[in-house]
């Protein structure tokens, strides 16, 4: 399997190009030139103007869609201190939080002060759509990254605050969108059909799990139904990305919020931890096994991802991060077993489900995946035996 020779992203990543000699590839060259090419001040200038568009007009300058992980906690964190912003934070609850992390929500909401909405579907509906994305698609976060992406938007409907500010743009992760190619990077309805629901509106969801022996109403569906292009546009909706508008680093993001907030990291299933402490996705207890999915099929796993950015932010050279990979990428998360439990199968069949949509040319020895080790929280995440 080719890899990049600088960033070591596998050929099976997708959107990535290497080029021919094999010692660059695409994202690299995006990164070179966010980092030589992009006028930020400019930028800059461009959300000053798009805050003073909107501040002070309605009863919230802005809805900051909010997990309470590294990146929506330092958006929050910047529009409040950079602006003097009156946010309303809205955070779509997957399911899955950490203690640790719902500690560093409510500790960072009240050194900021913000009026927060928290919503948590229907578990046993989460549970259905978790089952039929992953039959389907082998990725049971259908309903975490729908709901994340339009449950904001119909709060922002519901109190007409037409800005919406989002924080990361995709173009740190995916050659989808590009700092070269985009000016601004918007989350609209485009890019959550492209990139977000798997390609499996809310409508077509409500059919795969509605039967008339299992009856699901279809209101159930509406929290991860995008709202109508027309209703958006006649409330003037502006739903951006900030990463756009100035430099984003995760690493200098997150030693931000922890010295100005208190927020604190934790580890993460199979990641070295002075990675993972200081910039990995730790608010979810089901991330470790979406990263084994990946792994089983594309060859690679969050180790990479990291470890990637690191290369291209100057901060760890290819040789350091190929060890890294050698001794922590594709471990079984111990987590596994909790989902199993939720979707009521064993581990033969999930590997069997798995095996259809492996990436050539990676081929996963099912057989012989050393186990990770035990976080330190298991005890503490929710585990159920789930008869489907």
């Known amino acids: 399997m080719r890899k990049c020779g600088n960033c070591l992203l596998p050929e099976t990543y997708e959107t990535l190009v290497i080029d021919d000699d094999g010692k660059s590839c695409n994202m690299c060259k995006t990164s070179q030139f966010k980092q030589q090419n ?94 039929e994305s992953f039959s389907r698609k082998t990725d049971f976060c259908w309903h975490c990254h729908t709901g994340i992406y339009s449950y904001p938007l119909q709060i922002a409907l519901k109190f007409n605050v037409p800005l919406i500010l989002w924080g990361e743009p995709l173009a740190e992760m995916s050659a989808y969108y590009t700092y070269e190619d985009n000016i601004i990077e918007w989350e609209d309805e485009e890019k959550f059909n492209m990139v977000r629901n798997l390609g499996i509106t809310a409508d077509d969801m409500w059919g795969m799990i509605h039967s008339e022996s299992d009856p699901v109403d279809k209101r159930d569906l509406m929290p991860y139904t995008y709202p109508k292009l027309e209703d958006l546009k006649k409330m003037d909706y502006y739903s951006v990305c900030l990463g756009s508008f100035i430099p984003w680093d995760y690493k200098a993001n997150t030693k931000l919020i922890m010295e100005e907030l208190g927020w604190t990291g934790d580890e993460l299933e199979g990641v070295p931890e002075n990675i993972n402490k200081e910039f990995a996705k730790i608010e979810c207890w089901m991330q470790a096994t979406r990263d084994y999915i990946k792994y089983l099929k594309r060859g690679y796993s969050r180790v990479t991802q990291l470890t990637n950015f690191e290369i291209r932010n100057g901060r760890m050279s290819t040789e350091e991060a190929q060890k890294w990979i050698d001794e922590y990428e594709g471990r079984k998360p111990q987590s596994l077993q909790i989902f199993l439990d939720y979707m009521g199968i064993t581990e033969d069949e999930f590997n069997s489900m798995v ?19 035990k976080p330190h929280d298991i005890d503490e995440w929710y585990k159920e035996k789930n008869k489907r």
């Open 38 to 131: 992009v006028d930020w001040a400019k930028r800059k200038v461009m959300l000053d103007s798009v805050i003073e568009k909107y501040r002070g007009k309605y009863d919230y300058d802005c809805i900051v869609p909010f997990s309470g992980g590294k990146d929506s906690t330092f958006t929050l964190y910047y529009l409040i201190k950079e602006y003097k912003l009156k946010p309303l934070v809205v955070r779509f609850n997957h399911g899955f939080m950490r203690s640790n992390h719902e500690r560093n929500v409510e500790k960072v909401l009240k050194k900021l002060g913000a009026d927060f909405i928290n919503f948590t579907p229907n578990w046993q509906i989460v549970k259905k759509l978790m089952w």
């Open 355 to 373: 095996a259809k949509f492996v990436v050539p040319p990676f081929e996963p020895d099912f057989n012989n995946i050393p186990v990770g080790e």
